[in-house]
Structures are given as C-alpha cells and as structure tokens.
C-alpha cells in the first residue's frame, strides 16, 4: 500500500471530519452532519519517550472499566512493573477526562495494548456510540471516507478512499449506536505492519455503550 494521506476527510462540499485544535471543543462531534473528529496534536517528547520505554520493557496490554476518577492509580499500578511512566499517565488521564465530558459519562472503558499484528485486519465499523482512538507509537489507524459503504462486501477499499490518523492525533469515532450520524458509522481498520517494525502503542477509549 502506498503511503496514505492523512485524515481530512470530505464528502461533496460538506467536511464530516471536525477539524479540533483541542478536545475542548470535541463535543460539537455529536453534530449529524460530522462522522468523527480528530484533534492534530503532537504529545510531548517525554510521552512519546515514555510510550516507546514502556513497550521496549515488554508491556502487552491492560483493560479498565470503571469511573474515570479511579483510571490514572489503576494505570499507575499496571505499569509499575514495567518502567516510570508518569507523564504517558497523566496524558491518558487528560484525554479520558475529556472523553467523560464529550460523552457525558462518569466512567468509560480504557484498552492499552502493545500490537505488534493486525488487530482488526479489515475495515468495519464499532457497535458503541463513541470511540477515542490514540496511537502513541507506531503508524495510526486507517479510516475510510463514508463513499466506501457503497463498496460491495467482500471487495476491497480502494486506497483513494482510505485516510490515516497521524501517530500522536486523537480521533473521536462514532459508532453503530450513536443516535446523530448523517453519514453512517465510520469504517476502520488496523494499519498492516512490517514484520520487524516496532509495536504499536494504541490508547482505546469507550462509553460503557459498545458492543465491541
């Protein structure tokens, strides 16, 4: 596959991508006429020292799921074996805070894991209502432009029609079960890695509404 262009993505003359230049405004993703929203940040170096660290020590994978308050000393305490974390902590604290308040949850699910295969190997789309993806290390996930559902089952997305998150960016998804889409659920999928290449290092944020 060739290389992909990052995720603006655009239907007709109407942007279903909300551009954010923080999470602060992310709630405005609930808007129908948006499919999802990414926020184009670069994490500091320590965070991004951190991720890489963290996954070098042979860190897998952790699962929350629970009030948001109660994250940041469960993630301390699942790492701690591993190597000193803290500002990789705190930013995924900043991020789930966020995520509560866009969601208007007290608790969420949070998955971090060390990938080093295709975790979802073709392009679907989550049953839940929201999803805040991040990937810290690694190249990020694929998305495909809402045209792509008219693409027959079992045929492959072209790559014209495939974007890519940007490793470090935030990207807030709607699912299946969210009640305000005009364009559908978005379609995603794992980018495919190089035998050899690092591990992905992949934030997954959910509201207790998912299925998947």
């Known amino acids: 596959m060739s290389t992909l262009p ?13 551009q954010l230049s923080s999470l602060d405004a992310g709630t405005r993703v609930h808007a129908p006429q948006y499919q999802l929203a990414v926020w184009h940040r670069e994490p500091q170096p320590t965070v991004r020292n951190e991720a890489r660290q963290l996954v070098d ?8 799921q629970g009030p948001q308050h109660l994250l940041s000393d469960f993630l301390c305490k699942a790492t701690i074996d591993y190597c000193h974390v803290a500002g990789l902590v705190d930013d995924i604290n900043s991020l789930a805070t966020a995520f509560c308040t866009i969601t208007q949850s ?3 699910r949070c998955y971090l894991g060390a990938i080093d295969n295709d975790l979802c190997r073709k392009f679907h789309a989550d049953i839940n209502d929201l999803r805040l993806l991040c990937t810290y290390q ?12 008219s693409v027959p089952e079992g045929t492959d997305i072209p790559d014209a029609l495939i974007r890519q998150v940007p490793t470090g960016a935030v990207a807030l998804l709607k699912g299946a079960l969210h009640p305000c889409s005009e ?25 207790l509404n998912t299925l998947g």
């Open 106 to 108: 007290s608790s969420l």
């Open 138 to 149: 690694g190249p990020g996930t694929l998305l495909a432009v809402p045209e792509a559902h």
């Open 57 to 64: 020590a042979g860190f897998e994978a952790l699962k929350f």
């Open 183 to 207: 364009h559908g659920a978005v379609l995603h999928k794992s980018p495919a890695l190089v035998p050899g290449s690092p591990k992905r290092l992949l934030l997954r944020l959910d509201t």
């Open 6 to 18: 990052i995720v603006h993505l655009t239907t007709g003359t109407d942007s279903v991508c909300l």
